[in-house]
């Protein structure tokens, strides 16, 4: 999964492979080579350089984790959100989850 999104977001941020690389500190005789290895999914970053390309695509380090679409989705629109935003969608989110729970009779710690 990481390396689809890895490209996806690299795409969407309009960066090349070579240029990814250098922002993210790899050496620029072979940024790009390593690049192009972390998106075909050839060899995986380790968690700090991972860290590190989240923080200069403008992305949440855990997305380029996620395998479910919807999950993945979410976590980016909460990154996205400001402070505020970010509140009123976990009250929304809780509200919804208390309401679900007390339809089934499950407690919310069983939902989630």
């Known amino acids: ?3 689809h999104r890895l490209k996806q977001a690299r795409l969407r941020a309009g960066l090349s492979q070579e240029k990814l690389g250098k922002l993210a500190g ?3 005789m072979s940024a790009s080579a390593r690049m192009n290895q972390y998106e075909r999914g050839k ?3 380790d968690y700090q350089l991972m860290c590190r ?3 200069i695509l403008k992305m949440p380090v855990s997305w380029f984790y996620t395998e479910d679409e919807e ?3 979410l976590q980016e ?3 996205l959100l400001g402070p505020t935003e970010r509140r ?3 009250i929304q989110a809780e509200s919804s ?3 679900s729970s007390s339809k089934t009779g499950d407690t919310p710690e069983q939902t989630a």
């Open 71 to 73: 999950h993945a989705r």
């Open 26 to 28: 790899i050496d620029p």
């Open 88 to 90: 009123l969608l976990l």
């Open 43 to 45: 060899h995986s970053p």
């Open 97 to 99: 989850l208390a309401a």
């Open 1 to 3: 999964m990481l390396a």
């Open 77 to 79: 629109v909460f990154y």
């Open 53 to 55: 390309v989240a923080e």
